[in-house]
């Protein structure tokens, strides 16, 4: 396919697949989509979206400080190792159209994304869980540079709406920091 691959190892005694050392799990997309629309049915869109966010924040800092730790990243080199990553996990395709680093603002365009791709056509937003991440992963950049600014995040435009052909999100700092 042309892509780099991503170095999978997997434990002989324990069946765990890990990546850089991290531990992973491999599911069918189904599976992680089907799980999102039972809990925005149970918990409501609001609250699930809520909820992702701080899981997915939490989860982009940790991962981040991992693969600094083990590629030895600096700076922004961080958050650009992080949206890689996700493009070669199949997430989607990652686009950093714009980061400033010492600010925490940020432009990032995703095509292809899996939520897109399992709810075209639906009259909302489907990308939710994204808006954590990159707040997440430039919050661990930010930290390192000695900017301890709390950052959020909004899709500004989904392309599961039918009318954009990718996703666009903003990181900022939060109005109250």
């Given amino acids: 396919m042309g892509r780099p691959q991503v170095p ?26 089907d799980n999102q629309l039972a809990m925005e049915t149970v918990l409501g869109a609001a609250k699930y979206a809520e909820l992702v966010y701080e899981a997915g924040h939490r989860s982009a800092y940790t991962w981040c400080e991992q693969e600094a730790r083990t590629h030895g990243l600096k700076d922004v080199e961080v958050f650009h190792h992080y949206l890689k990553r996700l493009s070669q996990r199949g997430w989607g395709q990652f686009t950093v159209e714009s980061v400033e680093p010492a600010t925490g603002r940020a432009r990032v365009y995703v095509a292809n994304s899996v939520f897109v791709l399992a709810h075209a056509g639906a009259p909302r937003r489907a990308c939710t869980m994204f808006r954590g991440w990159f707040a997440g992963a430039l919050e ?9 600014v709390a950052l959020a995040c ?8 039918g009318r954009q052909d990718r996703c666009v999100f903003e990181t900022t700092p939060k109005p109250d920091h």
């Fill in 8 to 33: 999978i190892e997997v434990d002989d005694a324990s069946g765990v697949w890990s990546v850089d050392g991290m531990p992973m799990i491999l599911v069918p997309r189904h599976f992680l989509v």
């Fill in 140 to 148: 661990f950049v930010g930290a390192r540079l000695g900017n301890r």
């Fill in 154 to 161: 909004e899709e500004r435009q989904c392309a599961a709406e």
